[in-house]
């Protein structure tokens, strides 16, 4: 069973707190395909005779929660303890930290909202928000703004297809699952293959170089 049957199967067992509780554990947990699982919250309230605002309100407010947990993260480490434990994770630096809190501080309120539309990106701009310590209160209304506009998407998507059911239904999980999945696995090897031809221009760049004098000592040598 992969993560996302299992998100799946909780959210047909809990209901809306589940479906809350799944979109919630994708901002403190990234892998959990959260694209993939919004069509899922309108098809099952489709099922269900539901009205198609009972999923986008427990899809956003799992997100909301979601989001407070990173920024509480944040918040409590401060930035000098987010930039060393940066240093400990593989294909992450400092720099990156720098990058979101200058990001951050340039745009405030439109940074958080516009990020929730971005995967990855609007669980990682939690963090500089917390370490700039954004007022709760306007954090969780940037989140919350942000999030019922994207999740409103993909749920009323799923919703539709929901209502028609069918070789529709099922021709849209299939291909729209597939898409997903390429996308993830596009994004993941591009962002390792920069990561990694910027770590090999930089250490080239830092590599020591033989200097004039050097090189006339060692013709003065052979000389010799």
Aim: glycine share 12%.
């Amino acid at each position: 069973m992969d993560l996302a049957d299992l998100a799946i199967r909780v959210m047909e067992f809990l209901g809306g707190p589940g479906i809350a509780l799944v979109i919630a554990a994708e901002a403190l947990f990234p892998p959990v395909p959260g694209e993939i699982l919004l069509p899922f919250a309108g098809v099952s309230a489709a099922a269900n005779d539901q009205h198609v605002l009972v999923p986008i309100f427990w899809t956003t407010l799992g997100s909301v929660v979601g989001g407070l947990g990173v920024y509480a993260v944040g918040r409590a480490l401060g930035l000098d303890r987010t930039r060393a434990l940066v240093r400990r994770l593989p294909l992450l630096e400092e720099k990156d930290v720098d990058m979101a809190v200058r990001f951050f501080d340039r745009h405030g309120f439109p940074a958080v909202a516009i990020a929730r539309f971005v995967p990855m990106v609007r669980t990682f701009i939690s963090i500089p928000a917390g370490i700039e310590r954004m007022p709760v209160r306007l954090f969780a209304a940037a989140t919350g703004l942000g999030s019922a506009i994207w999740n409103a998407a993909f749920v009323v998507a799923g919703y539709f297809f929901g209502v028609v059911g069918g070789e529709a239904l099922e021709g849209f999980v299939r291909i729209y699952s597939v898409i997903v999945a390429g996308f993830g696995l596009i994004a993941g090897i591009g962002f390792v293959m920069q990561r990694m031809r910027a770590r090999r221009r930089d250490n080239t760049a830092g590599s020591p170089r033989e200097s004039p004098d050097d090189a006339g000592d060692v013709g003065s040598t052979l000389e010799r």
